[in-house]
């Protein structure tokens, strides 16, 4: 069409009529004009379609993460209530004084796992990357954004208590003196050998093993706390995504 008004255009200059000529030259114009126009608009929608693509990758993503986080925490929470749960009772049984066979593996389990808190924690890495790359702008629900804030917050703050219970459980200066590993010891089995009547009148062990047994409940407390907003945050997410992406 535009070739069409060009040979109009030619033609009538060629005949000197620049009045009959004009409207077709305000036309060509009109059309140049509307196909650039047209031509923002799709390149608009085009962008427009990849971001939102790109934002319900990275809101997947981040579902991704919070389950395998839940599914940590639970397993954490678990362990750490067991943990706490059989530390209790190896104080009960030292205090007692009632020991057999049948209760050995109590005070076998509490020598073997006190120590065993792990400091690890996983990282939503989705939103990681996303804050490293400046992309945070999709997520577009700022309710959404603020929750994700607040559960970083609260992620590196119960890093930290689990860092600082490592550090208070993580000592053996107080049953050393009782406790002799064997050859053939590993880290799924222990080996090792203990007199329990000289433990039961040591109270330095038994108010640490006390004290470490809140440690452990103190972890339980803060993973199961953290695995509830994970999981509110996940809801919150999937929302987003099955109604708004």
Request: charged share 25%; glycine share 4%.
């Given at each position: 069409?535009i070739?069409?008004?060009?040979?109009?255009?030619?033609k009538?200059?060629?005949?000197?009529r620049?009045?009959?000529?004009?409207p077709?030259?305000?036309?060509e114009i009109?059309l140049?004009?509307?196909g650039?126009?047209?031509?923002?608009?799709?390149?608009?929608?085009?962008?427009d379609?990849?971001?939102?693509?790109?934002s319900?990758?990275?809101?997947?993503?981040?579902?991704n993460?919070l389950?395998?986080?839940?599914?940590?925490?639970?397993?954490?929470?678990?362990?750490?209530?067991?943990?706490?749960?059989?530390?209790?009772?190896?104080?009960?049984?030292?205090?007692?004084?009632e020991?057999?066979?049948?209760?050995?593996?109590?005070?076998?389990?509490?020598?073997?796992?006190?120590?065993?808190?792990?400091?690890?924690?996983?990282?939503?890495?989705a939103?990681?990357?996303?804050?490293?790359?400046?992309?945070?702008?999709?997520i577009?629900?700022?309710?959404?954004?603020e929750e994700?804030?607040?559960?970083?917050?609260?992620?590196?703050?119960?890093?930290?208590?689990?860092e600082?219970?490592?550090?208070?459980?993580?000592?053996?200066?107080?049953?050393?003196?009782?406790?002799?590993?064997?050859?053939?010891?590993?880290v799924?089995?222990?080996?090792?050998?203990?007199?329990?009547?000289?433990?039961?009148r040591?109270r330095v062990?038994?108010?640490?093993?006390?004290?470490?047994?809140?440690?452990?409940?103190?972890?339980s407390?803060?993973?199961?706390?953290?695995q509830?907003?994970?999981?509110e945050?996940?809801?919150?997410?999937?929302?987003?995504i099955?109604?708004?992406?």
């Open positions: 069409m070739s069409l008004f060009r040979k109009i255009r030619q009538l200059l060629q005949q000197n620049i009045t009959r000529y004009l077709h030259a305000i036309g009109f140049v004009v509307i650039i126009l047209i031509a923002l608009q799709v390149n608009n929608w085009n962008q379609r990849l971001e939102k693509r790109k319900k990758e990275f809101h997947q993503r981040l579902s993460d389950d395998q986080i839940i599914i940590f925490l639970g397993e954490i929470e678990e362990y750490s209530s067991l943990v706490a749960n059989q530390l209790d009772e190896a104080v009960e049984l030292l205090e007692s004084g020991f057999n066979d049948s209760n050995k593996q109590i005070l076998d389990f509490a020598f073997g796992n006190y120590f065993r808190l792990s400091r690890h924690l996983p990282e939503l890495s939103y990681e990357e996303m804050k490293s790359s400046g992309q945070l702008g999709l577009y629900n700022l309710e959404l954004r994700l804030s607040k559960y970083i917050t609260q992620q590196k703050l119960v890093s930290t208590i689990y600082d219970l490592n550090e208070k459980v993580n000592q053996t200066t107080f049953i050393d003196p009782y406790l002799k590993f064997e050859a053939g010891g590993s799924t089995k222990n080996a090792f050998r203990y007199d329990f009547s000289k433990i039961q040591d062990v038994i108010n640490t093993l006390s004290r470490y047994a809140f440690h452990w409940k103190t972890k407390s803060f993973s199961r706390s953290l509830n907003q994970a999981t945050l996940h809801e919150l997410i999937q929302k987003e099955d109604t708004s992406l």
